[in-house]
């Protein structure tokens, strides 16, 4: 679909979802500074809507990107002056260290390197480098999710994809990868796990090919992503495959399952497509910008435009701009006091009952029985609101443990009891 990043297969068009995306590709020429730098990135986006899906909804393959192709060879391009020296030894130890140094500053899991996803990688930056040219598109039209299924990372999977061309060092590169934003958003993606990193150089030594290809859901060869030597991977049994269950809505929320009506509501209505592997994660904690999605799209996913809400960590671009703005259009959130919405951020109890009572006009309820939210409570309101309109009960002990995370699984019968609770088995 996506990264998101809870996805699109190969060759399937998207459907529009949002006001910022009109298609499969977004193509802005990126060019940067004298010495003429390029930069060009693609990153998957779900294709069932802004939810989860453009951060931990990454359905399937998807390009959620938009720098795209800048040809080397236009206005005066050839003249890039950088060093002719190639990268030293051990430099994907010095980039793969930089990402995950940024995917940790912004609360996102750390990516391993996946033998299959760098040989994809390295064959697109061999083919830039021998066609003197930076697109995402291979010179025999291949798209990066189909260079990374030929490579046998797999299909229905996660894709994304960074190319530059012009920097002559990992530093530089970088920096310039994360001074733009939908470059930027591909590192921290949530809903990757994987990375190849690859340069070419030219003959003449004048020209460096940069490709880094982001992966999720998909298939590693053995030294890859564990960085076991292929000569000491152990070898595992396969197990039976199990029978499938025809009422599942997803392969880890079986019929049997407690969530299964309010999980089935969500995929049902569009609100959620799961992740990549035909996963819900069912006990995985929300994200902020995954609630904004799920609230924006039960609100008939509205297009605006809305005023850009002056979050520095929601820039235009941002695969969640749209349904983070409408929330912020809409009084109900507002953002924290550094000018910062933190999407990546774990929604909790107690916010998530704010969110749905501010929809509702804040109104009057009595307050609450829970030993843990007295009163005084800055959320006693919209708390009390919640469990009077049935919307959540607390737990057994006779807490409600505002803080906490909300699961996805609680997230999905918190939205189906306050929106459609005669739906509710």
């Keep these: 679909m996506t990264m998101g990043t809870d996805g699109q297969a190969p060759g399937l068009a998207p459907t529009r979802t ?34 989860e899906a453009m951060s931990d909804a990454i359905d399937e393959d998807f390009v959620l990107d938009p ?41 996102v899991a750390a990516l391993s390197l996946c033998a299959t996803l760098t040989a994809a990688s390295q064959a697109h930056s061999d083919d830039q480098r021998n066609g003197n040219f930076m697109d995402h598109t291979g010179s025999d039209g291949s798209t990066p999710v189909q260079r990374a299924a030929a490579a046998g990372y797999g299909t229905n999977v996660t894709v ?18 994360i001074a733009s934003p939908p470059h930027f958003q591909t590192l921290i993606h949530p809903s990757l796990q994987h990375i190849g990193l690859s340069v070419a150089v030219r003959d003449d030594g004048h020209r460096f090919f940069w490709t880094q290809k982001f992966g999720g859901g998909g298939s590693c ?23 499938p269950d025809p009422d599942a809505p997803f392969a880890d929320v079986p019929s049997t399952h407690p969530f299964v009506g309010a999980v089935r509501w ?33 609100q008939g996913a509205p297009e605006g435009p809305f005023p850009d809400p002056g979050l520095a960590d929601v820039p235009p671009g941002h695969p969640f701009h749209t349904p983070i703005a409408w929330m912020v259009d809409s009084g109900l959130a507002t953002g924290f006091d550094d000018g910062n919405f933190r999407p990546t951020a774990d929604v909790s109890r107690q916010a998530t009952a704010a969110f749905l009572w501010r929809i509702e006009g804040q109104p009057g309820a009595p307050s609450p029985d829970f030993t843990d939210v ?52």
């Design 18 to 51: 949002e006001g910022e995306r009109t298609g499969w590709w977004w193509r802005v020429a990126a060019v940067c500074a004298a010495t003429v730098l390029l930069l060009a990135a693609c990153s998957g986006d779900d294709g069932d809507g802004a939810e």
């Design 266 to 298: 969500m995929a049902d209505n569009g609100i959620s497509t799961g992740f990549a592997d035909n996963t819900f994660r069912p006990t995985a904690p929300v994200t902020r910008q995954a609630m904004a999605s799920f609230l924006w799209q039960i």
């Design 67 to 107: 720098m795209g192709r800048t040809g080397i060879t236009a206005g005066g391009e050839d003249t890039v002056t950088v060093s002719a020296t190639p990268p030293p030894v051990g430099w994907e130890d010095n980039m793969l260290a930089q990402v995950n140094a940024l995917r940790a500053q912004h609360g």
């Design 160 to 177: 994304g994809e960074n190319v530059a061309a012009g920097f002559g060092t990992v530093d530089g590169v970088m920096a310039g990868w």
């Design 374 to 425: 007295p009163p005084t409570h800055p959320f006693a309101a919209a708390i009390g609101w919640a469990t009077a309109a049935g919307v959540t009960g607390g737990f057994d002990d006779g807490t409600f443990r505002p803080a906490n995370p909300v699961s996805r699984q609680a997230a999905a019968a918190f939205l189906q009891r306050w929106h459609d609770p005669q739906s509710v088995e």
């Design 221 to 243: 060869e053995p030294g890859g992503a564990t960085g076991t030597p292929p000569d000491t991977q152990p070898q595992s049994t396969p197990t039976p495959t199990p029978a």
